[in-house]
């Protein structure tokens, strides 16, 4: 496997009742292509503020990210953002007025990465890989279940053809055995299609079923 994403000596914090709180301490961490990471550690410790920086959502305070070899300050955030990573949340942010296909068709408006002309039909087969099928595709968003709309999170994720996919606590809002499902779909993500995942989840049951469990202590990540 090959590496696609490396953290080097990343720095993070903020004030916090006129004090400086250190959330990450020069944090290195290196993960590979095709490979399905969770991220645990405490609550407080500073996961979801680390997957937002990854995912080029907020700042470091110093240190550097490459991906594919290249420091996303010489990508671009944006252009980082709008090809190479997709985010799946706990709570699915999905258009509510729009239809499942709609919004797994938006993502794709919305990457310079090349796809096939005929969107709407990629979306529906996206769709119905993940178990939607057409006549819950066309449905609002709204008039489906947790599980479904999660699905179409995920469905969306790939539909801008990106190599990494993160997700903070995706299966929070879900039962035991969707949760089993969301994650077994992450699995196959990660071996089938070669995608890099990272989720930060709370949940030993989530963990135990990924390639590499890493824990966030102390402001630095460390395997188990």
């Known amino acids: 496997m090959s590496e696609i994403l490396k953290l080097e000596n990343?720095?993070?914090s903020y004030i916090d009742g006129g004090y400086e709180r250190q959330i990450l301490k020069d944090l290195s961490y290196s993960f590979d292509e095709g490979k399905f990471y969770t991220i645990l550690g405490p609550s407080g410790s500073g996961k979801t503020t680390l997957l937002?920086?990854?995912a080029g959502l907020d700042n470091a305070k110093s240190g550097n990210i490459y991906f594919k070899g290249k420091d996303l300050k010489e990508i671009g955030l944006h252009k980082y953002r709008r090809n190479d990573i997709s985010i799946v949340f706990q709570q699915y942010n999905l258009i509510s007025y729009?239809?499942?296909v709609e919004n797994v068709m938006l993502?794709?408006?919305?990457?310079?990465n090349d796809l096939p002309k005929d969107k709407k039909t990629v979306a529906y087969n996206l769709l119905e890989r993940f178990g939607i099928v057409k006549t819950k595709a066309d449905r609002l968003v709204t008039q489906l279940s947790g599980g479904e709309q999660q699905r179409v999170a995920i469905a969306r994720s790939l539909a801008s053809n990106?190599?990494?996919?993160f997700a903070d606590e995706p299966t929070g809002n879900l039962d035991t055995a969707t949760e089993k499902?969301?994650?077994?779909?992450?699995?196959?993500?990660?071996?089938e299609y070669g995608k890099t995942i990272?989720?930060?989840t709370h949940s030993d049951a989530v963990s135990e079923m990924s390639d590499q469990r890493v824990v966030l202590k102390d402001g630095t990540l460390s395997e188990m």
Not at 162 to 165: D, G, K, R, S, T
Not at 181 to 191: D, G
């Open 98 to 100: 729009l239809t499942a």
């Open 181 to 191: 499902e969301i994650i077994e779909i992450f699995k196959q993500l990660a071996h």
């Open 198 to 200: 990272i989720v930060v």
């Open 10 to 12: 990343i720095n993070y």
């Open 162 to 165: 990106v190599n990494l996919i």
């Open 107 to 112: 993502a794709m408006a919305e990457t310079d």
């Open 52 to 54: 937002s920086i990854i």
